[in-house]
C-alpha cells in the first residue's frame, strides 16, 4: 500500500505503460486540503523527515524509471530533476 501520495503516481504511471493502458496521471495544482500543523518545531521537523523519507523510498524504488524514455516525461524528465533533489539537505545548508 502507498504510503505517500508521491509513490502513488509513480505506481499508477508505472502500471499504466506494463499494462498498455492510456492514462494519464497528473497533479492537480489548485486542489485544497485540510491538514493538522504540528505544534512544536520539533514536531514540524519530524513531519518533514517523515516526509522525506517517504520521497526517498520512493525514488529508491523507482530508480529504474531515472531517464527511461518508456515512461515519458515522468522518466525524462521529472524523476531526473528529482534525483538532484535527493540531495538537498547537503546543498541547502551550503
Not at 503516481?9 to 499504466?16: C, F, Q, T, V, Y
Not at 513531519?47 to 517517504?54: D, E, K, M, T
Not at 524509471?65 to 524523476?79: A, D, E, K, S, W
Request: charged share 20%; aromatic share 12%.
Amino acid at each position: 500500500m502507498p504510503r505517500e501520495d508521491y509513490e502513488l503516481i509513480h505506481r499508477l504511471r508505472r502500471h499504466s505503460i506494463d499494462h498498455g493502458l492510456d492514462w494519464d496521471v497528473r497533479v492537480v495544482g489548485n486542489a485544497h486540503a485540510i491538514t493538522d500543523v504540528p505544534s512544536s518545531f520539533s514536531g514540524f521537523m519530524r513531519q518533514r523527515r517523515c516526509w522525506f523519507a517517504g520521497f526517498l523510498q520512493t525514488q529508491y524504488w523507482n530508480r529504474d524509471m531515472i531517464g527511461n524514455r518508456r515512461y515519458g516525461t515522468l522518466g525524462l524528465l521529472m524523476l531526473p530533476v528529482k534525483a538532484f533533489d535527493t540531495v538537498q539537505p547537503i546543498y541547502s545548508t551550503a
